[in-house]
């Protein structure tokens, strides 16, 4: 399907260069619009961009998301492994989801292992030890909440924020060193604890999706992805009475469980994103190994309302939108409902990592594709 529209994103020149050659527009991995800013956030960094919509001219759609500023996440959350000053020791938090629910901005590391990339021009026996090599990062191991505020005009990040009359502080899912609580309970799950050990590039365990609506807080899977089926965690969580930047699961699950799980035969796709839709979820999916395409957006009709857990077979969700995709670049990675006006959300706005050149524009910018939802 073709674009009906792009918005230009456009950051700033000193924080678009990360170092070793890459660019914060390389690697786009999601999108929320909150009024009239746009979040945005690269997976190898530890920090949020917002971003101001701009109409054209005073027209009456948006054309570009500009004023760039960023927000360093261990400003308001306790990272496990926190800046320091050797750029070379930034652990990043491969931030996979973001969602807006009830004043919060949500947001969801990959929680998944790193593989080792192969040097093949340093000979085989060295390349062979490389692809061997895993490692676990604690940065990834992040599930939380920011409180977002309007201040001059604008949406911003706060620590504490009082919204209603209620007091809303920053707040994480515990963490365990480099796990955390979703992590321990899983260990026991007898479809994914076999994955957790292994790579989320390899078809382990990998967030890649994340919805809120309510108290319900939807995670998707890009793997493992089980015989062509999906997966979709739902949680629910409830804050520590001792200290309230403490998230623990409440349980919601069989048996106890402090979770459900849905199972979407997708045709063999991985969750590459969620965004809640009135009632419905819109789902983004894609390769849950290092493939292109295909790409496609179903919609899983009263999905933020489910009954239990659920088996959704191909007739039981609704294919919206296939979304192009090239070889070796533009992989779809986030997507969230979009207002061109400022009205009602009535397209989706797709950003993709490894942007191909054709969507950079000038030094520092970049055009992400706006879709008319029917």
Known sequence: MTPNGILLLEFHPERHDLGKGKEMRDGLSVALQIGNTLWVANDETISLERLSLVKEDGGGEYRYARDHKQFPLDDYLRLPVPRTGDPAELQEVDIEGLAYDDGYLWLVGSHSLKRRKPEVKEGVRKAQKQLARLCAEGNRYLLARIPVAESNGTFTLMKESVRKGNKQCAAQLRAKGERNDLMDVLMEDEHLAPFLSIPGKDNGFDIEGLAVAGKRVFI????????????????????????????????????????????????????????????????????????????????????????????????????????????????????????????????????????????????SSLAADVFHLS
């Open 220 to 363: 998707g899977l890009r793997g493992p992805v089980l015989r062509g089926w999906a997966i979709i965690l739902e949680l629910a969580l409830k804050e520590d009475k001792e200290d309230p930047a403490v998230l623990k699961l409440k349980r919601i699950g069989p048996d106890g469980r402090r979770y459900r799980k849905h199972f979407l035969n997708l045709g063999g796709l991985g969750i590459r994103d969620l965004c809640v839709q009135g009632d419905d979820l819109l789902i983004l999916a894609g390769p849950t190994m290092d493939l292109d395409g295909p790409v496609t957006v179903f919609r899983w009709v009263d999905g933020t309302e489910p009954k239990g857990e659920s088996m959704l077979d191909t007739n039981d969700v609704k294919r919206v939108i296939d979304v192009p995709f090239g070889q070796g670049v533009d992989h779809a990675e986030g997507i969230c409902l979009y207002s061109s006006d400022g009205g009602k959300a009535k397209s989706l706005l797709v950003v993709y990592d490894a942007a191909c050149v054709s969507r950079q524009v000038g030094e």
